[in-house]
């Protein structure tokens, strides 16, 4: 499909409410399998976008307990080697 084909294919999002988005077309609709495609191009981004927030939060979390630790440590008295 070439650009002016697909451009004239894509529709304008005219209004969401809750989980339905109305969508208007200039010209001919496009075939049902793209619109289907789309959406589960639309799920498996979702998914990869919770993934990656998971990991960052994670991520945050692990290094604040990390420095916690450290910090921690770092007030224990030395031991000298005589016990």
Same mark, same amino acid.
């Given at each position: 499909?070439?650009?002016?084909?697909?451009?004239?294919?894509?529709?304008? *999002?005219?209004?969401? !409410?809750?989980?339905?988005? @109305?969508?208007?077309?200039?010209?001919?609709?496009?075939?049902?399998? #793209? /619109? $289907?495609?789309?959406?589960?191009?639309?799920?498996?981004?979702?998914?990869?976008?919770?993934?990656? *927030?998971?990991?960052? !939060?994670?991520?945050?979390? @692990?290094?604040?307990?990390?420095?916690?630790?450290?910090?921690?440590? #770092? /007030? $224990?008295?030395?031991?000298?080697?005589?016990?």
């Amino acid at each position: 499909m070439n650009r002016e084909s697909a451009a004239h294919r894509s529709g304008v *999002v005219v209004a969401v !409410r809750a989980s339905v988005v @109305d969508v208007r077309f200039g010209g001919a609709l496009p075939p049902i399998h #793209a /619109l $289907l495609r789309a959406d589960h191009n639309v799920g498996e981004w979702l998914q990869d976008l919770h993934a990656r *927030v998971h990991r960052l !939060r994670q991520g945050g979390i @692990d290094e604040e307990r990390f420095e916690g630790i450290a910090g921690f440590d #770092a /007030l $224990l008295p030395r031991s000298s080697g005589h016990r």
